[in-house]
């Protein structure tokens, strides 16, 4: 069966079995498991499976879409993967699984012709001197529990237990902790990846603060990511919420859920998920989170995320809800190292990087880690790469934040362009006005030159009007004198501007001159 992640990021499984042809083939002839206990002397193969007593859960051989190459001996529940025994170590098509437990009571899997084995558990006793019986049942409550037996069949002692080794899901009645003495520790840990259950960057559990002080905590890298004091406030009437109990003694500091059917998740990103449970109606409800998002209403106090560099706004924080469909500009710089990296660390790096304004994925599995700069353009497109961008509280939208800061070289564009257009304008309307100017002073020189040459006429009757200007040069107009009246514009014109080939002579009042009436 293909194990899927919905729309939360949770894995479910259909309920079809598609199994590949390979197996197929051998469906009819091979022996399908129906009993809740495989004992010594049995396997479990690829179309066998193991069920609780009550039905819920299952135990089988089964394969992530998208990765079809991959299978995985795993537990489901409600058509969910709750727990994986080879997470880590994934076999591949062609190879023709069987788990089994052997004399030993060691249960492992072997394939590929029994040439290679994947250890469950296997005992520390000396091989040859310590054959024992054994058998391993899923309880109802979703653990698998390997025991050792009496020659009666009776259960003699306990070995192993899927409880102990939870992955991503810590279902009621199980506990985190550590062993004080033997420095063990049982915690959740991340899926990489919705299609690569290989352990992430993610934890949760307990530890011990710098003050030797107990505390429940999400932690991302071994650096404290969420601490739990909000979460142990939560009510313990509200069935909704997960309740936690703590246990301490000298040996071991444990934290169980011991809520009513409610499991808790960490995702992939560092939420914590109280995820699936029942309702009084008996119908599938969703219980309260945790998350360090600070746009989430799952937001809790207690979160201290990977902090900004000082080069950028110190609200700016890595989230995997800000992506948006679209492409970039230019190729994206895929990080060195990253090959099987979570996006949430991609994303990190792309914080702690002053230039990057966002980021992705290069795997279909959605592992690997490519960045871009803030000279890069985004486009937003359906059918377009998933793209993640770098937020503050004061920028929520890739367009606000300008990948490649596409708003802001508008605005500067727009403001350069306007700039010019004024500066231009200015320009002229300066280079107009010294047009003006220059044409003022020329006309205030030819008049000053005008009043010149007329002092250097003398004192001639040449009345001028108000404006400044004489009458036209007439032969006939005289005034109630008889008086010739000329303007200084005529005289001018009719002595060639008083040409000196005009300059008849000189005598009392000034200089003479000859003019041509004809003009």
């Not at 089994?100 to 290679?116: F, P, R």
């Not at 003495?181 to 690569?196: E, F, P």
């Not at 710089?333 to 990190?348: I, S």
Request: glycine share 8%.
């Amino acid at each position: 069966m293909p194990c899927v992640y919905n729309s939360r990021g949770r894995s479910l499984l259909f309920l079809n079995i598609t199994l590949h042809l390979h197996f197929m083939a051998k469906l009819v002839s091979s022996q399908v498991w129906h009993g809740n206990t495989i004992s010594q002397g049995f396997n479990l193969t690829a179309t066998d499976f193991l069920t609780s007593q009550s039905g819920e859960f299952k135990l089988q051989f089964l394969s992530l879409p998208d990765s079809s190459q991959n299978y995985y001996l795993g537990i489901t529940w409600k058509g969910e993967c709750i727990w994986l025994a080879n997470r880590n170590n994934p076999l591949h098509l062609f190879t023709e699984p069987r788990f089994l437990i052997d004399e030993y009571g060691d249960m492992k899997i072997l394939y590929s012709e029994d040439a290679v084995t994947i250890s469950i558990y296997s005992s520390e006793a000396p091989k040859q001197q310590h054959r024992i019986n054994a058998s391993a049942t899923l309880t109802d409550g979703g653990s698998l529990e390997l025991s050792e037996k009496d020659e009666a069949g009776n259960k003699k002692r306990s070995l192993w237990s899927s409880f102990d080794y939870p992955n991503n899901i810590l279902l009621p009645g199980m506990k985190l902790g550590f062993d004080k003495v033997k420095g063990n520790r049982c915690n959740l840990t991340s899926w990489v990846a919705s299609q690569n259950p290989d352990l992430g960057s993610f934890t949760f559990g307990i530890d011990m603060d710098s003050n030797n002080t107990i505390q429940l905590g999400i932690w991302w890298r071994g650096n404290l990511y969420w601490s739990g004091g909000a979460l142990l406030q939560w009510p313990d009437d509200d069935p909704s919420y997960m309740i936690l109990y703590y246990f301490e003694n000298l040996e071991s500091a444990l934290f169980s859920n011991s809520s009513d059917g409610n499991e808790v998740a960490l995702e992939l990103y560092g939420y914590l998920q109280d995820a699936i449970g029942l309702n009084p109606q008996g119908e599938l409800t969703m219980g309260a989170s945790v998350s360090c998002n600070r746009k989430s209403p799952a937001f809790v106090k207690g979160c201290e995320p990977p902090k900004p560099p000082n080069c950028r706004h110190p609200d700016a924080y890595v989230s995997m809800l800000n992506n948006q469909y679209g492409s970039m500009s230019k190729e994206g710089y895929k990080v060195e190292g990253t090959d099987d990296a979570p996006l949430y660390d991609c994303g990190v790096r792309c914080l702690m990087n002053c230039s990057c304004a966002a980021y992705s994925f290069t795997n279909n599995d959605g592992t690997g880690c490519q960045i871009w700069d803030n000279t890069t353009n985004f486009k937003e497109s359906l059918d377009g790469q998933q793209i993640y961008f770098i937020r503050d509280d004061k920028r929520d939208n890739p367009q606000d934040i300008g990948v490649g800061k596409t708003k802001t070289n508008q605005k500067l564009l727009i403001v350069g362009v306007v700039g010019g257009a004024l500066l231009t304008l200015m320009s002229a309307t300066a280079y107009i006005c010294h047009l003006l100017r220059r044409k003022g002073r020329i006309e205030a020189e030819k008049r000053l030159n005008q009043k010149k040459l007329l002092n250097e006429i003398g004192d001639i009757a040449v009345p001028f009007a108000e404006n400044g200007k004489g009458k036209e040069f007439s032969k006939t107009e005289k005034t109630g004198h008889e008086i010739h009246i000329f303007s200084f514009e005529s005289m001018a014109k009719a002595t060639n501007n008083f040409s000196s080939t005009n300059k008849l002579g000189e005598g009392g009042f000034g200089p003479v001159y000859k003019v041509n009436l004809n003009i």
